[in-house]
T-cell receptor, first 115, second 113 residues
Framework: KAGVTQTPRYLIKTRGQQVTLSCSPISGHRSVSWYQQTPGQGLQFLFEYFSETQRNKGNFPGRFSGRQFSNSRSEMNVSTLELGDSALYLC??????????????FGSGTRLTVV | SQKIEQNSEALNIQEGKTATLTCNYTNYSPAYLQWYRQDPGRGPVFLLLIRENEKEKRKERLKVTFDTTLKQSLFHITASQPADSATYLCALIHQTGANNLFFGTGTRLTVIP
């Protein structure tokens, strides 16, 4: 079966701009989570969606937002980009509750560089 | 808040030996603990999951132990191979209604031929 697909793979944006990242989970998976990965902080949880509802949110400013569509595809948006937002953004899907029974399946990520 | 420490940032080991990686956590005990492998520029790949009432789990050359008294999990790779070189992440989830994994910062394993 197809894996988790994230687009685009690479992105360069200027400070102050906004960006939208996309994630298509594994077919049938209803839970989609987003993580930010940086060398200093590691993997940090952004938010999790299940059946179009945000169930949990990490400790990130309101500039970070997301949504999930009825086909389980998800997008995350970052507005007013800052240099510190440069990171690998990872999307992960699982069938039900995130990763409890079968672990997450991650995409390859979107590498965002803010200049 | 939960703190997870993988107390070796990097570990070098000779091919054929057993690699042992450590994951320690503070505060409340997780309901589940997972291990992932991550290669450069890629997303993590799920390896093993162990529940709080399980002491040990095995999968081929991999073994995970979970000691809730010590608040520690050990991850073993036996008969290590150069292809095992990667960063290994532990992650835990609490059965408190929170729906997210907390990840450690990872241990970069290098298996030397």
């Amino acid at each position: 079966k197809a894996g988790v697909t994230q687009t685009p793979r690479y992105l360069i944006k200027t400070r102050g701009q906004q960006v939208t990242l996309s994630c298509s989970p594994i077919s049938g998976h209803r839970s989609v989570s987003w993580y930010q990965q940086t060398p200093g902080q590691g993997l940090q949880f952004l938010f999790e969606y299940f059946s179009e509802t945000q169930r949990n949110k990490g400790n990130f400013p309101g500039r970070f937002s997301g949504r999930q569509f009825s086909n389980s595809r998800s997008e995350m948006n970052v507005s007013t980009l800052e240099l510190g937002d440069s990171a690998l953004y990872l999307c992960a899907s699982s069938l039900w509750s995130p990763g409890i029974l079968e672990g997450y399946t991650f995409g390859s990520g979107t590498r965002l560089t803010v200049v | 808040s939960q703190k997870i420490e993988q107390n070796s940032e990097a570990l070098n080991i000779q091919e054929g030996k057993t690699a042992t990686l450590t994951c320690n956590y503070t505060n409340y005990s997780p309901a589940y603990l997972q291990w992932y492998r991550q290669d450069p520029g890629r997303g993590p790949v799920f390896l093993l999951l162990i529940r709080e009432n399980e002491k040990e789990k095995r999968k081929e050359r991999l073994k995970v132990t979970f000691d809730t008294t010590l608040k520690q999990s050990l991850f073993h790779i036996t008969a290590s191979q150069p292809a095992d070189s990667a960063t290994y992440l532990c992650a835990l989830i609490h059965q408190t209604g929170a729906n997210n994994l907390f990840f450690g910062t990872g241990t970069r394993l290098t298996v030397i031929p």
